[in-house]
Structure formats: structure tokens, C-alpha cells
């Protein structure tokens, strides 16, 4: 059974930092391009960032360059999201998304940044 398990989310003040995971199960990871989007209430899914199966290579939202770096450990099937001076724009649900022959999504943790 596949799953994608985000968690990591929460409330954060203006300019503070969250950690991101998705723990990934009931496929080869490894051979997975992953990455997350965000969906805020009103507004369209957006692609947030992007890391290769081997994680050799990151693509990053314009939104959230500078901002975020998304990372994966193969071996344990994780791949995260360090978010850094957030900003109450960022409030969304975040969601993890493996890629390859299908494309297989997990539910979504939600991020809320507010003072």
C-alpha cells in the first residue's frame, strides 16, 4: 500500500522556520522524483519545490527560493522541506508528491503563519 505521511506543520510567527517530512512507503523511493506543493484556501495547487531521485538536482517556486531548501535521505525514504522566514503568505496546506510512472500524493500538513 503506498503512502506519503507529511508532518512538520503548525502554527509559526512572520519570519520564522518550519521542517517539513514525508515519510514514504509501498514503493522504490529512490527511483522517485519528489517534491511539494502548497495549496492555499480560494487559490490553485502550486509547485513549491522539486528534488531528482538521486537528489542531485532541486528546482525551486520563485515564491521560495532563497527561502527553502528541500532534501532526501534514500535510505530512509523521507524527503523533507526546511522552510526559513516565513511569511503569512506561506499559509497553505503542504503537500508531498512522488513522481515517476505515477504520481502518488499524500494529504497534506497544514502550515499557518500568523503573529
Known amino acids: 500500500q503506498v503512502q506519503l505521511v507529511e508532518s512538520g506543520g503548525g502554527l509559526v510567527q512572520p519570519g520564522g522556520s518550519l521542517r517539513l517530512s514525508c515519510a514514504a512507503s509501498?514503493?522504490?523511493?529512490?527511483?522517485?522524483?519528489m517534491s511539494w506543493y502548497r495549496q492555499a484556501p480560494g487559490k490553485e495547487r502550486e509547485l513549491v519545490a522539486t528534488?531528482?531521485?538521486?537528489?542531485?538536482?532541486?528546482n525551486y517556486a520563485d515564491s521560495m527560493k532563497g527561502r527553502s531548501t528541500i532534501s532526501r535521505d534514500n535510505a530512509k525514504n523521507t524527503v523533507y522541506l526546511q522552510m526559513n522566514s516565513l511569511k503569512p503568505e506561506d499559509t497553505a496546506v503542504y503537500l508531498c508528491?512522488?513522481?515517476?510512472?505515477?504520481?502518488?500524493w499524500g494529504q497534506g500538513t497544514q502550515v499557518t503563519v500568523s503573529s
Open positions: 508528491n512522488a513522481a515517476w510512472l505515477v504520481n502518488y
Open positions: 509501498g514503493f522504490t523511493f529512490s527511483r522517485y522524483t
Open positions: 528534488i531528482t531521485s538521486a537528489g542531485g538536482s532541486t
